[in-house]
């Protein structure tokens, strides 16, 4: 691993993306937002993803210029066809459009097909809830979970961001409905590690805790029999509203050659927040961390707690990268292999 | 337990609220959602709700009566204020209207507060699923949940429910964010049974398998810190969607004495469905049904199939209810506590 300042990835990672034929604004916002997974410490939804995305431009199956064709189908529902343009550089310039509206509306549905990997939900939802917008999001993915007592992966590990507007920074909760993401059991096979009992299936819908084993099986949902029925449902929310592929048949989130063909789902509320709502809900936050030990082993996080104090470390100590992955982006950079300005 | 042919039940019930003072249509969609509670086998949101309610009219804090006060804020968000009147007669009442403009709009959001105790939520999600709407419900409750590390309760069990329109019966997911119920709690301390570890903790914040100190602390979240997480974002989207009470000031859902001070949000959406969908949605949730063992242990339920199961049997051999309830609603309806006219 090394450690690079998150400004000099920023630069390289823009780099590669423009040679790859993306602008410059849309290069921008879409290393933004791998960037700042890196800085909330989810590497799952960082840099990784970048080489897969220019080998995806390569392939013909992500766009580097397309912004999304937009049609307003009723006053408040936005549907956007991406025509495979980069996740964010889609969803984002939708987002635009039905935030403004939500403003004379009071709501906006922004359900968008043919886009690429939008990565992390809580970058959307903070910018939404920043303009003091209620947001929900969803987005589909490649079938990766099973069913509650199923032997094979029906469904994706189907995210859920709901965004609320506060005094400084909103309330993000961003999680899968997955107990654990496809990336940690990679993880545990590339270091030869055992899985922990119930987090995974084999080919065979075998419970294993081999983590090589598991690559080629399905992971649990969260929370047994209820998580199962959140990712279903929302899996079948996104479908209804977008017309998506729905399991095994959704495609393009995890390979380089096939178009993706999942669907995103945006719900931007203006809330028309009284005035002390915010003061009472930041109250209330601040009681909720106070209910467990305050030094003991039972600490109570809100969400995005952990991600913001990552963050605030990361902008000083720089966002650690595999090496092989720092070569590579410079590599697509046009940039010498060997690292120069890093922090270490 | 005595077993009460439905319609009976619903006769004797609707007598009870009318001669509380609720007019015979009210009373009619009041007991419906109860009943609809019992023939799906989930009596802690049944019958057993019935006196409470008749005690809360009693006691000036629920409105036979109030219908609601609604105002459209925006051309696609109605804000409700509930008047104190009764759960179900004040949401359906809104989402008549949010339904009719949601097919105009796209998407209404319907904001209720000062309303009594929803009930069910699935009786809602599939009422506006049969309209052709996808639907989204959220509503808050007194806290008894605890946060994921934390050693008292701070949340309310905080519903989600999900509609999708579909051929036939909608799909509908609805269930708690906290891992069982309080009712399932007091169930176990009626028995004299343990509780199974990790359910809950006593009125110390330590983890207890007795049921009887469990009843006067607070139960876990469903799925350890993700459930945790998403019932603290519902907490919040409802407050601040609808300014009503939040976390340890929630009243009135539990107790006879109390104003009801939670809130109600529906997001109401119209799909658009594109020819297909719906068929594509149901092979797909038969394809889910079938990724388990088709005998064995492992069983794969889509949310909805059990509760169906058992409402087609209760529809033929009634509803089991406790003695003591029955005996009740009949004196609460003015007719001879020794029954009659009950299946057995």
Redesign the interface.
């Known amino acids: 691993m090394i450690n690079v300042a998150s400004a000099e990835a920023r630069r390289v990672s823009e780099a590669a993306l423009r040679r790859a034929g993306v602008p410059a604004q849309a290069a921008a916002l879409q290393v933004d937002l791998l960037i700042e997974a890196e800085l909330r410490g989810r590497a799952s939804h960082g840099l990784l993803r970048l080489p897969r995305l220019t080998d995806r431009i390569a392939n013909g199956v992500a766009s580097p210029t397309a912004t999304g064709r937009m049609e307003w ?5 936005l ?1 956007v066809d991406g025509q495979n343009g980069l996740g964010p550089v889609v969803a984002m310039e939708a987002l635009r459009s039905g935030a403004e509206r939500a403003r ?6 922004v359900a968008i097909a043919h886009n690429n990997h939008l990565g992390m939900l809580a970058w959307y939802a903070e910018k939404i809830a920043e303009q003091g917008l ?1 947001t ?1 999001g969803f987005t589909t993915s490649e079938a990766l979970v ?7 992966a ?2 994706g590990t189907n995210p ?1 961001a ?1 965004g ?2 506060q005094e400084g920074t909103p ?1 993000v ?1 961003d ?1 899968a409905t997955s107990l654990v993401s496809m990336g940690q059991i990679h993880d545990y096979a590339q270091r030869g590690e055992a899985l922990p009992p119930g987090w995974a299936l084999d080919a065979n819908g075998e419970p294993t805790t081999d983590a090589v084993a598991a690559t080629k099986g399905s992971i649990a949902p ?6 199962y ?2 990712g ?6 996104v ?3 977008t ?1 998506s592929a ?3 048949d959704v495609t393009g989130t995890l390979d380089s050659t096939r178009v993706a063909s999942k669907g995103d789902v945006f ?1 931007l ?6 005035p002390g ?1 915010t003061e ?2 930041g109250a ?1 936050l601040d ?2 961390r106070a ?3 305050e030094q003991g082993e ?6 995005g707690d952990r991600a913001m104090r990552v963050r605030a470390e990361r902008l000083e100590t720089g966002i650690p990268l595999p090496r092989p992955l720092w070569a590579k982006l410079r590599d697509l950079a046009g940039e010498p292999a060997s690292p120069t300005k890093e922090l270490t």
């Open positions: 189908r009723s006053d408040s529902f549907r004379r509306t009071g709501v906006v549905v209620v929900l099973h069913a509650w007592g199923g032997r094979t029906m469904l859920v709901i609320v507007p309330f909760l999680m969260f929370g047994q029999a209820k998580g029925a959140l279903l449902a929302l899996e079948l929310l479908v209804a509203l017309d729905i399991g095994r719900i509320i203006d809330p028309g927040l009284q709502t009472r809900i209330y009681l909720v209910s467990g030990d039972r600490r109570v996080a809100v969400p």
